[in-house]
């Protein structure tokens, strides 16, 4: 059996569901459909425009540059980024800004999450990083959960500094605050 891999095969699917993950955090589809559906309507709040946020991303690469190149081009979103290497081509070309990540974490309204998961990147989002959060982020990571810290995330949601989370995965250990988690 042929094994092979291909870099950037998937690089554009995963860059237009993370910006719908955005969409919907910032567009509230998902509360609103809900109500809708089950009769409620009339509390709708003002929807936040991409063009107006500051959208900070962690890790560009590929696909995590992909996801710059949609939010610059297609919505006009100011983007930050914090990646473990510079790179002051795509800064020029797309108009982005290279942030630390403390600094990045504390600026911006939607963080997305784009990096590897290895032992380095392992908690790379911890209390420390969710206590810099301006109130009601948008959290997207579409990388792998064990980037956030579980309590982190769970702090940021009780707290108020994450108003929004998106995971394209889950925890699955310490069980008793991924049971937490599932009942916000």
Do not use: W
């Amino acid at each position: 059996i042929p094994i092979t891999n291909t870099p950037g095969t998937l690089s554009n699917s995963v860059a237009e569901y993370t910006v719908g993950l955005v969409l919907n955090g910032t567009r509230r589809l998902y509360a609103y459909a809900s109500e809708y559906a089950a009769g409620r309507t009339g509390a709708e709040e003002k929807q936040r425009d991409l063009s107006a946020l500051h959208v900070g991303i962690v890790g560009l690469g590929g696909i995590g540059t992909r996801i710059a190149e949609i939010l610059r081009k297609g919505f006009g979103s100011k983007v930050s980024y914090h990646s473990r290497t510079r790179k002051p081509q795509e800064e020029e070309r797309l108009g982005i800004v290279y942030k630390s990540l403390d600094q990045l974490v504390g600026v911006v309204e939607v963080l997305i999450l784009m990096t590897p998961s290895t032992p380095d990147t392992a908690g790379m989002i911890g209390k420390s990083q969710v206590s810099k959060f301006r109130d009601g982020m948008i959290l997207v990571n579409t990388a792998r959960a064990e980037i956030v810290e579980p309590a982190a995330l769970l702090m940021g949601l009780e707290s108020g500094k994450i108003g929004y989370a998106a995971f394209d995965g889950f925890y699955e250990n310490p069980p008793e605050l991924v049971k937490s988690l599932k009942f916000l």
